[in-house]
C-alpha cells in the first residue's frame, strides 16, 4: 500500500518524526534537524550525479549561496523565514543555472574539478564586499518559535519541526520529479547521452535543469544550515563540507534516493560515535584527534571497494538476483 | 622595468612548482582515466618521509630521490590495492564517474589521519639544501634564487626524462597505448595491468619531488593539514586542465600561465583576486578552448 | 471534552509560567546549575585540534588542562577539582555549534572556555542562545571587539585587546616614531585587517603603499615575492604587518631573499617569534630589529614570575611541546577562569561569576602587563599594548629596557600610556 501511495507514508514517517520530537532530549533533537538538513543536501547531490550523470565537488558553495540569500533578505528586508527559504532556493538555483551552462559542456573529472575551484574561490568573495559581513558573517536569525506551541517548546524542536518538514517536503517532491517525463529524460542522458539525443532529448538543456534543480535543494540546505548555527560566514561552507556531503552521497548510493538516510545520519553520528569511544580511553591526543577522520575515510574506502552503488541498491539487486534464480 | 621582470621570475617559479603537481595528475589521468585527489596526500606523505630521510641521513640530496622511490611505490600500491579493484567493479554507469573521485578523497582523508597519528598535528621542519637568496645584478636582487633555480631544473628534467621515455622507448609507447585504447593494447599483447601501474609509480614519484621541493622552497614547514598541500592540489589541477589534461608539455605551459596570471594580478592588481582569478581562468578555458592549450578535442567528454 | 482539556491545558501553561517567573526572580542555587558539585567544576573548550588553522592553536587546551591539573593538585578552586572537556571543531562554525551543544547538552559543563574563531564565537553564542540560557562563556580568544559588548553578548567575556585598539596604539607609535617616513602596509583582506584600517585612519596614519592579500593566499609560492617587489618599487622605509604568522614568514624570509631591507613592525597576531619559530626556526634571526607589540610577558621572559612558574608547569605536563605563545594564552587563559571561579565562593553559579568579572574582574590578578577592563558594561580583557624589539634570539625586548603599557578602548578614545602596574602574582601562582 505505501509503494503505491508514498504519500501516507511520507504522511506516517513524519508524524512518527513529530512524535519522536517529544520523546527525546535537546541534544537529539539538534542532531535530527542536522540529520534532516544533510538529507536534503545529499538528495540534491544524488539527483545531480545519480539521475543527470554530473558531478559536483562544490556543492558547499551552493549551500553558501542559499544561506547568505537567506540571511541578507531577513536582516535587510525583514523578510517572512518562509519567504526566506523560497529567496534562497530561487538565488541558489540562479547561481547553479549559470554553473549548469558551463558545466554541461563539461563531464566528470572536468566538472568535479571546476566545482572544487569554485567551492575554493567563492568565500573570498564574501570577503570583498561589506554586505556580506566578512570573516564573521551574518546573523540570521528566524525567531523564537510561536507562542502557540508553549512555554517548553525550545528553539531546537522549532528548528527540528522545519527541517524535518523540508525534508519530507523535499524528497517527496523529488520523488515525483523523478517519476515525470524530466526523471526519465535525466535518467536517459545519464545513460548515454548521444542515444538520448537521438531519442530526442536535449541532452545540454536536462543537463542544466537538473543542475539548476539540484542547486535549489542544495540552497534550501544551505538556510536550513545557516538556520541551526543562526549565521552565515565563509568558513561555515569550507571544502569540507563539499566533501562530507558527496560522502554522504556514495554512503547512501548515489544511484537511489531510497538510501539517503543512511548517508545523513553516518555522517552526524560517526563523530559523536568516535567522541564516546575515545573519551573512554586515556588515549593521546594524536590518536582521540585522528580517529574520526579516519573512521569516516576507511568507511569511504570500504564502500567505494565493495558497494558502489550503495547499500540499497546492493540490497535491491542481491533480491532480484535471488528471484531470477 | 625590474619590477616586470621580477613579476615574470616569480610567476615562472610559482608555475614550476604547480607544474610538478600537474605532471603528476596527468600521468595519473593517462594510465587510468582517473584524477588522483589524494595526489596531495600522496605528496604529503612523500614529504614526510622525506624529512625522516633528512633526518636520518642529514642530507638532502640522498633524501629527495629515496623519498621518490618511495613516493613512487606507495602511489604503486595504491594503484594495485584500489584503483584496480575500483575499476572491476565500477565501469559503467553514474557511480564510474563519482567512485574514483570519492575514492581518492577518501585516501586523501586516510592519509591524512595516519600522518596525524604518528607525526602529530604539528608543523614539522626541514631545511633547503641550497640558498633562498636571490641572484645578484649589480646593485639589484632578481627574485630567482639557487633555490628557485633547481625547481625549475627537477621540472626540465622531469619533463625531458618523461618525454624521452613516452616518445623514444617501447615502455612509452605501451604508456600511450594503453591510454588511448586499453582494449586495442591488450590485443596487441601489452600486459595493461602493470602499464597502468607504472604510470601511477612515475606520479607518485613527481608528485613526491612537488612535495618536497614546494615544501623547502617555501616556508620549509609542513603539518598534516598543510594548506600549501590544498592549494597546491587545487592549482595544479588548474594548470593541468587548462593545459589539457592529456599531454606533460600542456601541462607544464599551464602552470606557467597561471603562475604568471596571478603574479601579474598580484603585482599590478591586488592580492585579494588570487583565488577569484584562478577560478575564473580555469571557467574561461573551459568554455573558449575546452580541450585545453595543448589537448584533442574529444578528451574532454571522455 | 476538549474543552476541559483545554482549560486544563490553559490552567497548567499558566501555573508553569508562574513558577518559571519565580524561579527566574530567585537567586539561582548551586544545586540548579549544571556542572557543578561540591567536590568539581566541569568546564568546556572547543578548538581547532585539526584542520586548517590547528597548528599552534592545538596547543591552547593542553596548556589550559596543566595549569587547571597544577591548581587541582593544590587543592583545587574553593575544594572543587576542575575537569576540561575538549571538543575539536576544526575551525568550522557549524561543527563549533555542534560541538557546543555536546558540551552543553551532554556533557552538561558550567562554563564554556577559550572558544577560537570569531565566526564560531559568534555562531555558537547565538544559536546555543548562551546570553538567554545564561552560560557564561569566559575568555573567548578572538580580537573582534564586538564580543566585549556586555549588552549584545551578556555571558561572553574577551581576553584579547581587540584589533582596532592595536591598530590605535600602533598608529600613535608610527606617527610619534617615524612621522617624516614612507610607511607601507601589508594586512589581510577580512574584518581582521579592516579593524586595523578603522584603528589607523582614526589615528590618522596614511601608507604610501597597502597591500591586501586573501586570508589563504600567504601559502603560495608566489605571494610573499609579490609582496616584496611591490615594496621595493615603492622605497618604503617602515612596514607594517598586520596579518597572521604565516604571512608574516612569507613576508620576512621573502624580503631577505630579495636582499630588501626595511624597518618592520609586527602586529600581535602574526608577530610572535614563538610561532615563527615553530614554523621554521631559520626564519628567527630575521625578525631581529623588528617592532612588536604585546599585552602579555614575552613567553621568552623566564626572569617574568608568571613565565617562570607557567614554563616549570608546562615542561613538567607535556615535556615534548615547546613553550609558546600559545602555551602563554592558554595557560593564562586558564589562570583568569580560576581567579574567576575563586572570587565567586563556594556557592557558585553561573550567574554569580558573571557577575563576579563584571564587578571585581578589574581587579583580578592576572599576568598580562595591562589593565582588565572588565566592568558591568563593557567585557574587554586586557586593554592596551607594550613595545618592544626583537633580538637576534628572536625574544621582544621592551623598549627603553622596561615595560611602558599604551591603553585605548575599540572606540574613539585617545591612546594614553598607562600606570597600571601588574600586582604581584598571588602565592605558588594560585589565585586567591
Same mark, same amino acid.
Given at each position: 500500500?505505501?509503494?503505491?501511495?508514498p504519500l501516507?507514508?511520507?504522511?506516517l514517517? =513524519?508524524?512518527l518524526?513529530?512524535?519522536?520530537s517529544n520523546?527525546?532530549?535537546e541534544l537529539r533533537?539538534?542532531?535530527?534537524a542536522t540529520?534532516?538538513?544533510y538529507v536534503?543536501a545529499?538528495?540534491?547531490?544524488i539527483?545531480?550525479?545519480?539521475y543527470?550523470?554530473?558531478?559536483?565537488?562544490?556543492?558547499?558553495?551552493l549551500?553558501?549561496i542559499?544561506?547568505?540569500?537567506?540571511?541578507?533578505?531577513?536582516?535587510?528586508? =525583514?523578510?517572512?523565514?518562509?519567504?526566506t527559504?523560497?529567496?534562497?532556493v530561487?538565488?541558489?538555483a540562479l547561481?547553479?543555472y549559470?554553473?549548469g551552462?558551463?558545466a554541461?559542456?563539461?563531464?566528470?573529472?572536468?566538472l568535479a574539478?571546476t566545482?572544487?575551484?569554485l567551492?575554493i574561490g567563492?568565500?573570498?568573495i564574501?570577503?570583498?564586499?561589506?554586505i556580506f559581513?566578512?570573516e564573521q558573517?551574518l546573523?540570521?536569525?528566524?525567531?523564537?518559535?510561536?507562542?502557540?506551541?508553549?512555554?517548553?517548546?525550545?528553539?531546537y524542536k522549532?528548528?527540528?519541526?522545519?527541517?524535518?518538514?523540508?525534508?519530507?517536503?523535499?524528497?517527496y517532491?523529488?520523488?515525483?520529479v523523478?517519476?515525470?517525463?524530466?526523471g526519465?529524460?535525466?535518467k536517459?542522458v545519464?545513460?548515454?547521452?548521444?542515444a538520448?539525443?537521438l531519442?530526442?532529448?536535449?541532452?545540454g538543456r536536462?543537463?542544466?535543469?537538473a543542475?539548476?534543480?539540484?542547486?535549489?535543494?542544495?540552497?534550501l540546505?544551505?538556510?536550513?544550515?545557516?538556520?541551526?548555527?543562526?549565521?552565515?560566514s565563509p568558513?561555515?561552507?569550507?571544502?569540507?563540507?563539499?566533501?562530507s556531503?558527496?560522502?554522504?552521497?556514495v554512503l547512501?548510493?548515489?544511484?537511489?534516493l531510497?538510501g539517503?538516510?543512511?548517508?545523513a545520519?553516518t555522517?552526524v553520528?560517526?563523530?559523536?560515535?568516535v567522541?564516546?569511544?575515545?573519551s573512554r580511553?586515556?588515549s593521546?591526543d594524536?590518536?582521540?584527534?585522528n580517529?574520526p =577522520?579516519?573512521l569516516v575515510s576507511?568507511?569511504?574506502?570500504l564502500?567505494?571497494?565493495?558497494?558502489?552503488?550503495?547499500p540499497?541498491?546492493?540490497l535491491?539487486?542481491?533480491?532480484?538476483?535471488r528471484v531470477?534464480? | 622595468m625590474?619590477?616586470f621582470?621580477?613579476?615574470?621570475l616569480?610567476?615562472?617559479?610559482?608555475?614550476?612548482?604547480y607544474?610538478?603537481?600537474?605532471?603528476?595528475?596527468?600521468l595519473v589521468?593517462r594510465?587510468t582515466?582517473?584524477?588522483?585527489?589524494?595526489q596531495?596526500?600522496?605528496?604529503l606523505?612523500?614529504t614526510?618521509?622525506g624529512?625522516?630521510?633528512?633526518?636520518?641521513?642529514?642530507n638532502?640530496?640522498?633524501a629527495l630521490?629515496l623519498a621518490?622511490i618511495?613516493?613512487?611505490l606507495?602511489?604503486?600500491l595504491v &594503484?594495485?590495492?584500489?584503483?584496480?579493484?575500483?575499476i572491476?567493479?565500477?565501469?559503467s554507469?553514474?557511480?564510474?564517474?563519482?567512485v574514483?573521485?570519492?575514492a581518492t578523497?577518501g585516501?586523501l582523508?586516510?592519509i591524512r589521519a595516519m600522518?596525524g597519528?604518528?607525526?602529530?598535528n604539528?608543523?614539522?621542519?626541514?631545511q633547503?639544501p641550497?640558498?633562498?637568496v636571490?641572484f645578484?645584478f649589480g646593485? &639589484?636582487?632578481i627574485?630567482l634564487?639557487?633555490?628557485n633555480?633547481l625547481?625549475?631544473?627537477?621540472?626540465?628534467?622531469?619533463v625531458?626524462v618523461?618525454?624521452?621515455i613516452?616518445?623514444?622507448t617501447s615502455?612509452?609507447?605501451?604508456l600511450?597505448?594503453s591510454?588511448?585504447?586499453? &582494449?586495442?593494447?591488450?590485443l596487441?599483447?601489452?600486459r595493461v595491468?602493470?602499464i597502468?601501474t607504472i604510470g601511477?609509480?612515475?606520479?607518485?614519484?613527481a608528485?613526491a619531488a612537488?612535495?618536497?621541493?614546494q615544501?623547502?622552497?617555501?616556508?620549509?614547514?609542513?603539518?598534516?593539514?598543510?594548506l &600549501?598541500?590544498?592549494l597546491?592540489?587545487?592549482?595544479?589541477?588548474?594548470a593541468a586542465?587548462?593545459?589539457?589534461l592529456?599531454?606533460?608539455?600542456?601541462?607544464?605551459?599551464?602552470a606557467?600561465?597561471?603562475?604568471?596570471?596571478?603574479?601579474a594580478v598580484?603585482?599590478?592588481?591586488?592580492?585579494t583576486?588570487v583565488f577569484i582569478?584562478?577560478?575564473?581562468?580555469?571557467?574561461l578555458?573551459?568554455?573558449v578552448?575546452p580541450?585545453?592549450?595543448i589537448?584533442?578535442?574529444?578528451?574532454?567528454?571522455? | 471534552?476538549?474543552?476541559?482539556?483545554?482549560?486544563?491545558l490553559?490552567?497548567?501553561?499558566?501555573?508553569?509560567?508562574?513558577?518559571?517567573?519565580?524561579?527566574?526572580?530567585?537567586?539561582?542555587?548551586?544545586a540548579?546549575?549544571?556542572?557543578?558539585?561540591?567536590?568539581?567544576?566541569? #568546564?568546556g573548550?572547543?578548538?581547532?585540534m585539526?584542520?586548517?588553522a590547528?597548528?599552534?592553536?592545538?596547543?591552547?587546551?593542553?596548556?589550559?588542562?596543566?595549569?587547571?591539573?597544577?591548581v587541582?593538585?593544590?587543592g583545587?578552586?574553593?575544594?572543587?577539582?576542575?575537569?576540561?572537556v575538549?571538543?575539536?571543531?576544526?575551525y568550522i562554525p557549524?561543527?563549533?555549534?555542534?560541538? @557546543?551543544n555536546?558540551?552543553?547538552?551532554?556533557?552538561?559543563?558550567f @562554563?564554556?572556555?577559550?572558544t577560537?574563531?570569531?565566526?564560531?564565537?559568534?555562531?555558537?553564542s547565538a544559536?546555543?542562545q548562551l546570553?538567554k540560557?545564561?552560560?557564561?562563556?569566559?575568555?573567548?580568544?578572538?580580537?573582534?571587539?564586538?564580543f566585549?559588548d556586555a549588552?549584545?553578548?551578556?555571558?561572553t567575556?574577551s581576553?584579547?585587546?581587540s584589533?582596532q585598539?592595536?591598530?590605535?596604539i600602533?598608529g600613535?607609535?608610527?606617527?610619534d616614531?617615524y612621522?617624516?617616513?614612507?610607511?607601507?602596509?601589508?594586512?589581510?583582506?577580512d574584518?581582521?585587517?579592516?579593524d586595523?584600517?578603522?584603528?589607523?585612519?582614526?589615528?590618522g596614519?596614511t601608507?604610501?603603499t597597502?597591500?591586501?592579500?586573501?586570508s589563504?593566499?600567504?601559502?603560495?609560492?608566489?605571494?610573499?615575492a609579490?609582496?616584496?617587489s611591490?615594496?621595493?618599487? @615603492?622605497?618604503?622605509?617602515v612596514?607594517? #604587518?598586520?596579518?597572521?604568522s604565516?604571512?608574516?614568514?612569507?613576508a620576512?624570509?621573502n624580503?631577505?631573499?630579495a636582499g630588501?631591507?626595511?624597518?618592520?613592525? #609586527?602586529?600581535?597576531v602574526?608577530?610572535d617569534a614563538?610561532?615563527?619559530?615553530?614554523?621554521?626556526?631559520?626564519?628567527?634571526?630575521l625578525?631581529?630589529?623588528?617592532?612588536?607589540?604585546?599585552?602579555?610577558?614575552?613567553?621568552t621572559d623566564a626572569?617574568?614570575e608568571y613565565?617562570k612558574?607557567?614554563?616549570?608547569?608546562y615542561?613538567s605536563?607535556?615535556?615534548?611541546?615547546?613553550f609558546?605563545?600559545?602555551?602563554?594564552?592558554?595557560m593564562?587563559?586558564?589562570f583568569l577562569?580560576?581567579?574567576?571561579?575563586?572570587?565567586t565562593?563556594?556557592?557558585?553559579?553561573r550567574a554569580?561569576?558573571?557577575?563576579t568579572?563584571?564587578?571585581k574582574? @578589574?581587579?583580578?590578578?592576572?599576568?598580562?602587563?595591562t589593565?582588565?577592563g572588565?566592568?558591568a558594561?563593557s567585557?574587554?580583557?586586557a586593554?592596551?599594548?607594550w613595545i618592544?624589539?626583537?633580538?637576534?634570539?628572536?625574544?621582544?625586548?621592551?623598549?627603553?629596557?622596561?615595560?611602558?603599557?599604551?591603553?585605548?578602548?575599540?572606540g574613539?578614545?585617545?591612546v594614553?600610556?598607562?600606570?597600571?602596574?601588574?600586582p604581584?602574582?598571588?602565592?605558588?601562582g594560585?589565585p586567591?
Amino acid at each position: 500500500m505505501l509503494k503505491k501511495h508514498p504519500l501516507i507514508g511520507f504522511t506516517l514517517f =513524519g508524524i512518527l518524526l513529530f512524535l519522536l520530537s517529544n520523546r527525546v532530549d535537546e541534544l537529539r533533537v539538534f542532531q535530527g534537524a542536522t540529520v534532516a538538513i544533510y538529507v536534503i543536501a545529499i538528495a540534491s547531490i544524488i539527483l545531480l550525479t545519480g539521475y543527470s550523470g554530473q558531478v559536483s565537488l562544490g556543492h558547499g558553495a551552493l549551500l553558501a549561496i542559499g544561506g547568505y540569500a537567506a540571511a541578507l533578505a531577513r536582516n535587510h528586508w =525583514g523578510a517572512p523565514v518562509w519567504l526566506t527559504f523560497v529567496i534562497a532556493v530561487l538565488a541558489a538555483a540562479l547561481g547553479g543555472y549559470l554553473l549548469g551552462l558551463a558545466a554541461a559542456r563539461l563531464s566528470g573529472p572536468y566538472l568535479a574539478g571546476t566545482t572544487l575551484a569554485l567551492a575554493i574561490g567563492l568565500p573570498s568573495i564574501a570577503n570583498q564586499f561589506p554586505i556580506f559581513g566578512g570573516e564573521q558573517g551574518l546573523l540570521y536569525d528566524i525567531g523564537m518559535p510561536p507562542a502557540s506551541l508553549g512555554e517548553d517548546f525550545t528553539q531546537y524542536k522549532w528548528y527540528f519541526w522545519i527541517a524535518s518538514l523540508a525534508a519530507l517536503l523535499a524528497i517527496y517532491w523529488l520523488r515525483n520529479v523523478m517519476a515525470s517525463r524530466y526523471g526519465r529524460n535525466w535518467k536517459a542522458v545519464r545513460g548515454n547521452d548521444v542515444a538520448a539525443e537521438l531519442a530526442g532529448i536535449n541532452v545540454g538543456r536536462n543537463k542544466v535543469l537538473a543542475f539548476t534543480v539540484s542547486a535549489g535543494l542544495a540552497g534550501l540546505a544551505g538556510a536550513l544550515l545557516a538556520m541551526t548555527i543562526s549565521t552565515v560566514s565563509p568558513g561555515a561552507f569550507p571544502l569540507a563540507l563539499s566533501f562530507s556531503l558527496a560522502t554522504g552521497a556514495v554512503l547512501s548510493g548515489v544511484t537511489t534516493l531510497g538510501g539517503v538516510m543512511i548517508g545523513a545520519v553516518t555522517l552526524v553520528a560517526i563523530p559523536e560515535i568516535v567522541d564516546t569511544v575515545v573519551s573512554r580511553f586515556e588515549s593521546s591526543d594524536a590518536v582521540a584527534n585522528n580517529l574520526p =577522520g579516519l573512521l569516516v575515510s576507511t568507511l569511504l574506502i570500504l564502500t567505494v571497494l565493495f558497494v558502489p552503488n550503495g547499500p540499497v541498491e546492493q540490497l535491491r539487486a542481491r533480491r532480484e538476483h535471488r528471484v531470477n534464480k | 622595468m625590474v619590477q616586470f621582470i621580477n613579476m615574470l621570475l616569480i610567476g615562472i617559479g610559482a608555475g614550476s612548482i604547480y607544474a610538478l603537481m600537474a605532471i603528476a595528475m596527468v600521468l595519473v589521468w593517462r594510465s587510468t582515466r582517473v584524477i588522483n585527489f589524494a595526489q596531495a596526500g600522496m605528496a604529503l606523505l612523500s614529504t614526510y618521509i622525506g624529512f625522516e630521510l633528512v633526518q636520518k641521513t642529514g642530507n638532502f640530496w640522498i633524501a629527495l630521490p629515496l623519498a621518490m622511490i618511495l613516493g613512487a611505490l606507495f602511489s604503486a600500491l595504491v &594503484e594495485i590495492l584500489l584503483i584496480r579493484t575500483l575499476i572491476k567493479h565500477s565501469t559503467s554507469g553514474p557511480v564510474a564517474g563519482i567512485v574514483p573521485i570519492i575514492a581518492t578523497l577518501g585516501l586523501l582523508g586516510f592519509i591524512r589521519a595516519m600522518i596525524g597519528f604518528i607525526w602529530g598535528n604539528q608543523d614539522i621542519q626541514i631545511q633547503p639544501p641550497l640558498s633562498k637568496v636571490g641572484f645578484k645584478f649589480g646593485e &639589484e636582487t632578481i627574485s630567482l634564487s639557487p633555490m628557485n633555480l633547481l625547481v625549475l631544473l627537477s621540472v626540465l628534467a622531469m619533463v625531458l626524462v618523461l618525454g624521452f621515455i613516452f616518445q623514444k622507448t617501447s615502455l612509452g609507447l605501451s604508456l600511450r597505448a594503453s591510454a588511448y585504447s586499453p &582494449e586495442i593494447a591488450q590485443l596487441a599483447g601489452i600486459r595493461v595491468g602493470a602499464i597502468r601501474t607504472i604510470g601511477w609509480a612515475i606520479a607518485g614519484a613527481a608528485g613526491a619531488a612537488a612535495g618536497l621541493l614546494q615544501t623547502v622552497n617555501g616556508t620549509g614547514a609542513v603539518s598534516p593539514d598543510s594548506l &600549501e598541500f590544498s592549494l597546491l592540489l587545487t592549482f595544479g589541477f588548474i594548470a593541468a586542465v587548462i593545459g589539457g589534461l592529456e599531454s606533460l608539455p600542456g601541462a607544464v605551459l599551464g602552470a606557467v600561465v597561471l603562475g604568471l596570471v596571478l603574479a601579474a594580478v598580484q603585482i599590478y592588481i591586488s592580492g585579494t583576486l588570487v583565488f577569484i582569478v584562478a577560478f575564473a581562468l580555469l571557467l574561461l578555458v573551459l568554455l573558449v578552448r575546452p580541450q585545453g592549450f595543448i589537448g584533442t578535442k574529444a578528451g574532454r567528454r571522455a | 471534552m476538549i474543552r476541559t482539556n483545554r482549560r486544563k491545558l490553559a490552567l497548567t501553561s499558566a501555573v508553569l509560567a508562574v513558577a518559571a517567573m519565580t524561579a527566574s526572580s530567585l537567586p539561582a542555587q548551586a544545586a540548579s546549575d549544571p556542572g557543578v558539585t561540591s567536590t568539581s567544576i566541569k #568546564l568546556g573548550i572547543t578548538v581547532p585540534m585539526t584542520g586548517i588553522a590547528s597548528p599552534g592553536y592545538n596547543k591552547i587546551p593542553g596548556a589550559m588542562k596543566a595549569y587547571f591539573d597544577y591548581v587541582n593538585a593544590n587543592g583545587g578552586v574553593n575544594g572543587r577539582k576542575i575537569t576540561l572537556v575538549i571538543k575539536d571543531d576544526q575551525y568550522i562554525p557549524t561543527t563549533a555549534v555542534a560541538k @557546543a551543544n555536546e558540551l552543553i547538552l551532554k556533557d552538561k559543563v558550567f @562554563a564554556l572556555v577559550g572558544t577560537l574563531g570569531t565566526a564560531s564565537t559568534k555562531a555558537i553564542s547565538a544559536s546555543t542562545q548562551l546570553a538567554k540560557r545564561g552560560i557564561p562563556s569566559l575568555f573567548v580568544n578572538t580580537g573582534f571587539s564586538g564580543f566585549a559588548d556586555a549588552k549584545a553578548y551578556p555571558t561572553t567575556f574577551s581576553i584579547l585587546p581587540s584589533y582596532q585598539m592595536e591598530a590605535k596604539i600602533m598608529g600613535k607609535f608610527l606617527k610619534d616614531k617615524y612621522a617624516d617616513k614612507k610607511l607601507a602596509l601589508i594586512y589581510q583582506d577580512d574584518d581582521f585587517g579592516r579593524d586595523a584600517l578603522a584603528g589607523f585612519k582614526q589615528a590618522g596614519i596614511t601608507f604610501t603603499t597597502a597591500i591586501p592579500y586573501a586570508s589563504g593566499s600567504q601559502s603560495l609560492p608566489a605571494t610573499g615575492a609579490g609582496w616584496i617587489s611591490k615594496l621595493k618599487a @615603492a622605497g618604503t622605509d617602515v612596514t607594517v #604587518l598586520f596579518g597572521v604568522s604565516s604571512a608574516s614568514t612569507a613576508a620576512l624570509a621573502n624580503a631577505y631573499a630579495a636582499g630588501y631591507k626595511t624597518q618592520w613592525v #609586527l602586529g600581535s597576531v602574526g608577530g610572535d617569534a614563538t610561532t615563527i619559530a615553530a614554523t621554521n626556526k631559520a626564519y628567527v634571526p630575521l625578525l631581529y630589529g623588528a617592532k612588536g607589540f604585546s599585552f602579555a610577558p614575552a613567553p621568552t621572559d623566564a626572569t617574568d614570575e608568571y613565565i617562570k612558574l607557567f614554563q616549570s608547569i608546562y615542561a613538567s605536563a607535556q615535556p615534548t611541546q615547546t613553550f609558546d605563545n600559545n602555551v602563554v594564552a592558554g595557560m593564562s587563559n586558564a589562570f583568569l577562569a580560576v581567579q574567576a571561579l575563586q572570587a565567586t565562593g563556594s556557592n557558585l553559579t553561573r550567574a554569580g561569576l558573571i557577575k563576579t568579572i563584571e564587578t571585581k574582574g @578589574a581587579t583580578f590578578a592576572s599576568p598580562f602587563l595591562t589593565p582588565l577592563g572588565y566592568s558591568a558594561s563593557s567585557h574587554v580583557g586586557a586593554t592596551g599594548y607594550w613595545i618592544g624589539t626583537y633580538d637576534p634570539t628572536g625574544a621582544l625586548k621592551p623598549d627603553g629596557g622596561k615595560y611602558t603599557v599604551y591603553t585605548t578602548d575599540s572606540g574613539n578614545g585617545p591612546v594614553v600610556e598607562s600606570s597600571y602596574k601588574r600586582p604581584a602574582m598571588p602565592a605558588k601562582g594560585l589565585p586567591n
